[in-house]
């Protein structure tokens, strides 16, 4: 049976904005499965509670990761993004991949080659998360939130932002790897340390319908306890009713303010008064939620007294910091391998440069002969991430001063799309997703995710035909607007690597 064994970075302290390079060194110790193996970057939270809820005691929130942004919408990211550049080494082979701006290529392709579906079902595994389809709540991965019972929701000991090492190298998607013939190997990351941070979600304009923050009357002329509420309708006497659990937004150690209004009014009158969720009750039968509270959030109900217009708000922090304290990598080791003399796979190099705003665009870049196919990306100045540009209008390619294509190549036509489609393939990749879009993780709902305008994708690619010599590619931009500013060049290499 086949182990996974784990080893630390190099680094040992907390990685920072300005401390972002992670080193890992893998010893020669037998064969591994690279596809099946990743990095984690354990990350905890420093959460700093508003002085009046820290009062009452210790609540649990609920963060998700993002992407840090000029744009008030956020984008969602792959996990890749996270490395900034990356390289490749071993002992015996010297350099295998020296990958730079791996975090625009991989976020960028996967945005083509990655169905909205297929991002929906990985999801558990990304540091930021979408809203669901349908109850539109939103959970990120830094606490377990318990929705049913008195057990208390808690923060994990530590979250991982797992990196498969298959969608940083290409080389990694082999099934073995010998690292007793290939020597010590070593791989060293360049962080987007400074691009991370974390946002508290499912605060009170995220809760849907605006009914389920309503609560239903406490029972008049009856003695009873102030510090059970009942999910109601704005009525203020009919309970909500719950098919599932996923419709409800509450769990044991949220943070809630109540407001109410006493029969006697005045001072025992409630205002966003602030309660910890202590149990949440739910009747399969009749569907109703009920929450009970850490602490009596208003004053004892006598008989002939009633609290009325009930209603709770969700609390917010005062404030959140990430921090990413330690970096690991997690093998797969082969215990039974097949044995595998030669590893083909692709990289690529990468030229930046910038279109200074320019409407007509051209520039002559050198080709490695043996490259097969070249990709252009324009990461945003709001991100520099997304490649976005929505002021290109048609673009034309010439290699060794022969035309790639008979006619300019105009934005969003099917000339366009075959191009991709056609490098895509060439690549190894398959087109499968037409939306150009990686998807908000702020927007209003699930039919707004990948709508919004500021994140439409655009690729320019094209294979490229083998020489003897090194070649010139020609690219010519047409844009309006702002015209053709940053601008990324990859162009991809076919290596072998053998013992």
Not at 152 to 181: G, H, M
Not at 186 to 198: A, P, S
Not at 217 to 230: F, I, R, Y
């Amino acid at each position: 049976m086949d182990q996974y064994v784990k080893y630390q970075s190099v680094q040992g302290g907390a990685f920072t904005s300005s401390q972002n390079l992670v080193d890992f060194r893998i010893p020669m110790s037998g064969v591994y499965d690279l596809r099946d193996s990743f990095i984690n970057l354990n990350c905890t939270l420093d959460v700093t509670d508003k002085a009046a809820q820290a009062a009452v005691g210790t609540a649990i929130y609920d963060f998700n990761g993002e992407w840090v942004s000029a744009d008030a919408e956020k984008l969602h990211f792959q996990n890749v993004a996270c490395v900034k550049n990356a390289v490749l080494d071993c002992a015996k082979q010297g350099r295998i991949e020296n990958l730079r701006r791996c975090d625009i290529l991989r976020q960028n392709l996967a945005t083509y080659t990655k169905t909205q579906m297929e991002d929906v079902d990985e999801s558990y595994l990304d540091f930021a998360q979408f809203k669901a389809p349908i109850s539109r709540q939103q959970y990120g991965q830094f606490a377990q939130l318990n929705k049913l019972g008195t057990n208390k929701s808690r923060y994990n000991t530590q979250t991982q932002i797992p990196i498969r090492l298959s969608d940083v190298f290409e080389f990694c998607r082999v099934r073995e790897y010998d690292t007793d013939k290939a020597g010590e190997t070593h791989i060293h990351l360049e962080l987007n340390r400074d691009k991370l941070q974390v946002r508290q979600v499912m605060k009170d304009a995220d809760i849907h319908p605006a009914a389920v923050k309503q609560m239903i009357d406490t029972p008049a002329g009856v003695a009873t306890s102030n510090n059970l509420l009942v999910v109601g309708a704005s009525s203020g006497t009919t309970p909500l009713k719950f098919t599932d659990l996923n419709q409800s937004p509450y769990y044991v150690g949220q943070m809630l303010l109540v407001t109410a209004t006493h029969t006697d009014g005045g001072a025992d009158d409630r205002a966003d008064a602030p309660a910890i969720v202590n149990s949440v009750t739910w009747d399969k039968d009749t569907g109703s939620l009920s929450l009970t509270f850490e602490q009596a959030w208003g004053v004892p109900i006598v008989a002939g007294k009633a609290y009325t217009a009930i209603s709770v708000k969700i609390g917010e922090v005062d404030s959140v910091a990430l921090n990413v304290d330690t970096a690991e990598i997690v093998l797969r080791r082969v215990n039974n391998p097949e044995g595998v003399g030669q590893i083909n796979y692709n990289t690529y190099s990468t030229e930046e440069t910038n279109g200074n705003g320019q409407t007509t665009f051209q520039n002559l870049f050198t080709i490695e002969p043996e490259a097969t196919n070249i990709m252009c990306m324009f990461p945003d100045s709001a991100d520099g991430l997304l490649s976005v540009n929505n002021d290109i209008t048609s673009w034309r390619l010439r290699l060794n001063n022969e035309d790639l294509t008979d006619r300019d190549v105009s934005r969003k036509s099917p000339l366009a799309y075959d191009r991709l489609a056609m490098t895509l393939n060439s690549m190894g990749e398959g087109l499968s997703n037409l939306v150009q879009n990686p998807g908000e993780t702020t927007a209003a709902n699930w039919g707004a995710t990948f709508t919004q305008t500021a994140f439409d994708n655009i690729l320019i690619g094209n294979p490229l035909f083998q020489t003897q010599q090194q070649k010139l590619l020609q690219l010519n931009i047409n844009s309006g607007g702002t015209g053709v500013k940053k601008l990324v060049l990859y162009k991809q290499l076919p290596r072998v690597f053998s013992y």
